[in-house]
């Protein structure tokens, strides 16, 4: 899987644009992440097995992200975009695999957010009451590229210029793609066997990610003086395609997932002058998806039988959060007039 970011140069070329009663306004942004990213994958009830069970494979959101963004206004209407990247892999806390039996008192909630009971559930765990026959846990570092773009248009006194006072409601809509892989290593594995084993296994896996996100929503913005506070809600709808590689099993899983989800802003800022401002914004986004997945490759008698099978269910759900700070630039265009020219006034006498 190779990151895609390539597809989206043409975002700062238009915002780049030196376009008459237009503003264009840039800066660099700096983001710390947290949350979870869980895949699972299982059946409550008996398969043709005769196997209640499933597995669980979790990982940290914990990382940093440094970036560019560009924004291009006119008018009541708003196109940003930025480009964000964790530059290298980054350690990001402890992972874990599990395998686990299910029983007739275990739990499966499938659905986080049901339209037509008007109910959500915020939780990023599928199965719940189960009992581990092999955990693993390990160290984990992930590398992520992400690409997004926005746009807004304003009602009321609401101004997409940040050094305008006014205040009122905006519609958003947008993208966001994001790539990231994560790599499980100096695994500690525990199997229920006989004997028992637990020990060390080295490198667990690989994990990459190809996730496209939608959204459409609004929010909220007020601005005076030196300040500004800036609010919105958008709900989304994405595709997530993945590769897991279980380096000791020597097999790939392939899963292709969609599912719903939402994105929320936060951010205040404040105009250190005519063209400079600095803002602090705290994000929430979440993600819940339902898909299958399918295997190719592997050792044992049962992973290599596992390839015929057309497709496996499999849930990916994300709940992660970020703070970002960063600064934004007004670009001027307009030539300025020297202080010391004097203006020449023809004699007529």
């Known amino acids: 899987m190779v990151p895609k970011i390539s597809k989206f140069p043409f975002l700062f070329l238009i915002l780049s644009l030196n376009t ?17 990213y869980i895949f ?15 597995s669980r494979i979790s990982f940290p959101r914990t990382f940093s992200l440094f970036g560019i963004q560009g924004i291009f206004t006119k008018d009541r209407l708003e196109i940003s975009g930025a480009l964000k990247t964790t530059g290298w892999y980054q350690k990001s806390g402890e992972a874990r695999d599990e395998d686990f039996f299910l029983g007739s008192v275990s739990t499966e909630n499938t659905t986080n957010i049901a339209t037509r009971e008007w109910s959500y559930r915020d939780s990023a765990t599928i199965y719940s009451g189960s009992r581990n026959f092999a955990d693993g846990k390990g160290k984990s570092t992930v590398f992520e590229n992400r690409a997004e773009i926005y ?34 290593y100096d695994v500690n594995q525990y199997i229920e066997s006989t004997p028992v084993f637990y020990g060390p296994i080295g490198m667990g896996l690989t994990f990459s990610n190809d996730l496209w996100e939608f959204f459409t929503g609004g929010g909220y913005r007020y601005s005076s003086g030196d300040f500004y506070a800036d609010f919105s809600f958008m709900p989304s709808f994405g595709r997530i395609k993945t590769r897991d590689f279980h380096v000791q099993r020597s097999i790939n899983f392939f899963s292709e ?24 914004r705290v994000n929430h986004r979440r993600f819940f998806s339902e898909g299958s997945f399918t295997s190719h490759g592997g050792l044992t008698r049962d992973d290599l039988t596992s390839n015929l099978v057309s497709g496996f269910k499999s849930h990916i759900n994300i709940k992660d959060y970020s703070i970002e700070i960063g600064a934004l630039n007004k670009l001027d265009w307009s030539p300025g007039e020297s202080e010391n020219s004097e203006k020449v006034v023809p004699n007529i006498e």
């Open 20 to 36: 008459i009663s237009a503003e264009v306004i840039w800066g660099p942004t700096v983001e710390r992440s947290g949350g979870e």
């Open 40 to 54: 699972e994958t299982g059946n409550k009830y008996p398969n043709l097995s005769g196997i209640r069970g499933g």
């Open 151 to 184: 746009g807004r248009y304003y009602f009321q006194t609401g101004n997409p210029n940040y050094w305008i006072d006014g205040s009122g409601f905006f519609l958003s809509m947008g993208a966001r793609y994001s790539y990231f892989k994560y790599i499980f």
């Open 257 to 280: 997932n969609y599912g719903f989800g939402w994105a929320s802003k936060a951010e205040v800022g404040y105009k250190m002058g005519p063209s400079w401002l600095s803002y602090i």
